[in-house]
């Protein structure tokens, strides 16, 4: 079955460069999810968007953005790199929770491994 | 105040033995979500159960099962049966508002278990 797919998986950035992630949901979820992962934390959510709108924002700073295209890919763009964005950055994708199916599993993308020196 | 708390940092388990990896959760929502992911050295994020707080019945996957107490706003992972490749971080999340599109999982801060001969 195909599953997410994340583009790099691995980056490396000088401080102040930019960078740009991408994410290919599975075939038909219209859901798409950022999360970043530091070393040794827990996922944290960034942005999210549905059927191409953004639908919630979270911990995500101004010096990113994030959009979702008409082929339902999204690419989260980061600029003026800084040493703390250095992360693991997951895309997942789901169908939207009010689809009709009684819960909708958010399948996770292998990660984009960001390291900015 | 944290949404998701696992007390347990790490824990060890003998091989063959079974583990409950503890989950206790806040939220005021009626309706939400309980899902924990399994994340191996290599990264991924690996879905493994889910359970709804509409659910009677707790959630079982294979040899997994979840303790759901609702009273309690507890969601224990029980892993039977352990073997070498459960040895990995288990995380434990949460959505919420499952009416609404593009709900977040909120994640803890995670449970390293180490499976040993």
């Known amino acids: 079955a195909a599953g997410v797919i994340q583009s790099p998986r691995h980056l490396i950035k000088e401080k102040r460069e930019t960078a740009t992630l991408k994410c290919y949901p599975i075939p038909r979820h219209d859901t798409v999810y950022w999360y970043q992962q530091g070393p040794g934390q827990d996922p944290q959510f960034l942005i999210s968007?549905?059927?191409?709108?953004?639908?919630d924002k979270g911990s995500i700073p101004d010096r990113f953005s994030a959009q979702q295209f008409s082929d339902y890919h999204s690419e989260l763009n980061m600029s003026s790199l800084e040493l703390g964005d250095s992360a693991l950055y997951f895309c997942?994708?789901?169908?939207?929770?009010?689809?009709?199916?009684?819960?909708?599993?958010?399948?996770f993308g292998p990660g984009t491994r960001l390291t900015v020196l | 105040a944290q949404k998701i708390t696992q007390t347990q940092p790490g824990m060890f388990v003998q091989e063959k033995e079974a583990v409950t990896l503890d989950c206790t959760y806040d939220t005021s929502d009626q309706s939400y979500g309980l899902f924990w992911y399994k994340q191996p050295s290599s990264g991924e994020m690996i879905f493994l159960i889910y359970q709804g707080s509409y659910d009677e019945q707790n959630a079982t996957e294979g040899r997994y099962s979840l303790n759901f107490q609702k009273a309690r706003k507890s969601a224990n992972l029980v892993i039977s049966a352990s073997q070498l490749g459960d040895s990995a971080m288990y995380f434990c999340a949460m959505r919420e508002a499952l009416t609404g599109t593009a709900s977040k999982l909120t994640f803890g801060t995670g449970t390293r278990l180490q499976v040993t001969l």
């Open positions: 997942a994708s789901s169908l939207a929770v009010d689809s009709g199916s009684s819960y909708n599993e958010q399948f």
């Open positions: 968007f549905y059927e191409k709108m953004q639908s």
